[in-house]
T-cell receptor, first 108, second 115 residues
């Protein structure tokens, strides 16, 4: 059975303090790994898709990387507006499995 | 662009009542789906549709029905509400579906409480 585990559950950062979120997965035949951002009271918003080990994608202060067993979302010099819950999801054939998310709070 | 629109935003039901959660998208997406989100758990797929007239069950379909008569609309019906169905429900759509790694576009959710 496909499994996605995100850690930590919560992360409190000072503005400018870089950190990383982890998404570890077990899946039979990875077709893609997705990162989404979810603000309170809103639906998830798509950030990245990664397809193969070694791939990296960047968007502003966010950088996602992928290995054969896990993905990292690096937040460089975060700002308060980066506060959100970040969700990881993996797809295998017709199924998309989500992790429970990491809630990031960035204090000014 | 409105994207994916869900109504209502909040709903309180009593055990045994039925209701329909509405979802509409204006992006001409073929694939639509319903998820529920519970604290400490990942989003779980309830039902999905790959086009008008075609629906299928997801991971947690019991107690829910769907239909897809048009490309734009994908309502979710709760047949007889139970406290275990208290959750936040999200509708999502994409142009080509999960099988093609097409990113999902989510609505802003319906928060349902069953007492």
């Amino acid at each position: 059975e496909d499994q996605v585990t995100q850690s930590p559950e919560a992360l409190r950062l000072q503005e400018g303090e870089s950190s990383s979120l982890n998404c570890s997965y077990t899946v039979s035949g990875l077709r893609g790994l997705f990162w989404y951002r979810q603000d309170p009271g809103k639906g998830p918003e798509f950030l990245f898709t990664l397809y193969s080990a070694g791939e990296e994608k960047e968007k502003e202060r966010l950088k996602a990387t992928l290995t054969k067993k896990e993905s990292f979302l690096h937040i460089t010099a975060p700002k308060p507006e980066d506060s959100a819950t970040y969700l990881c999801a993996v797809s295998s054939v017709y199924k998309l499995s989500f992790g429970a998310g990491t809630t990031v709070t960035v204090r000014a | 662009n409105a994207g994916v629109t869900q109504t209502p935003k909040f709903q309180v039901l009593k055990t045994g009542q039925s209701m329909t959660l509405q979802c509409a998208q204006d992006m001409n997406h073929e694939y639509m789906s319903w998820y529920r989100q519970d604290p400490g758990m990942g989003l779980r797929l309830i039902h999905y549709s790959v086009g008008a007239g075609i629906t299928d069950q997801g991971e947690v379909p019991n107690g829910y029905n769907v239909s897809r008569s048009t490309t734009e609309d994908f309502p979710l019906r709760l047949l007889s509400a139970a406290p275990s169905q208290t959750s936040v429900y999200f509708c999502a759509s994409s142009d080509a579906g999960v099988a093609y790694n097409s990113p999902l576009h989510f609505g802003n959710g319906t928060r349902l409480t069953v007492t």
